[in-house]
């Protein structure tokens, strides 16, 4: 019903800026609420931001609240997430997920993932 694919990860210094996008194919993008999550190597998947299926509503964890931006143009079927200053303890892969609920942040919430795009923070 709906694909995702990341892609615009890769090495970064901390204060820099990275942006990575979120392609979907299928189903039309505006019927899904869309998460961004991250995995560091050892750690759980956890969720980062969300934003509902028109963007009229965003949320984001402490960790990443005035540094990244979530975004979406359904027309073009992309969701984007705008990551500044990034930090070496946002080094983990990201994924993008859809689901037919209003946003959060649990990855139960969540039907159809991405493969992943790594992003490495370093001096």
């Known amino acids: 019903q709906l694909q995702l694919v990341e892609s615009g990860g890769g090495s970064v210094q901390p204060g820099g800026s990275l942006r990575l996008s979120c392609a979907a194919s299928?189903?039309?993008?505006?019927?899904?609420?869309i998460g961004w999550f991250r995995q560091a190597p050892g750690k759980e998947r956890e969720g980062i931001s969300c934003i509902s299926s028109r963007g009229g509503s965003t949320r984001y964890v402490d960790s990443v609240k005035g540094r990244f931006t979530i975004s979406r143009d359904n027309a073009k079927k992309m969701v984007y997430l705008q990551m500044n200053s990034p930090k070496p303890e946002d080094t983990a892969v990201y994924y993008c997920?859809?689901?037919?609920?209003?946003?959060?942040?649990?990855?139960?919430?969540?039907?159809?993932w991405g493969q992943g795009t790594q992003v490495t923070v370093s001096s």
């Open positions: 299928g189903s039309a993008l505006e019927n899904f609420a």
């Open positions: 997920a859809a689901g037919p609920v209003w946003p959060t942040m649990s990855r139960d919430d969540y039907v159809y």
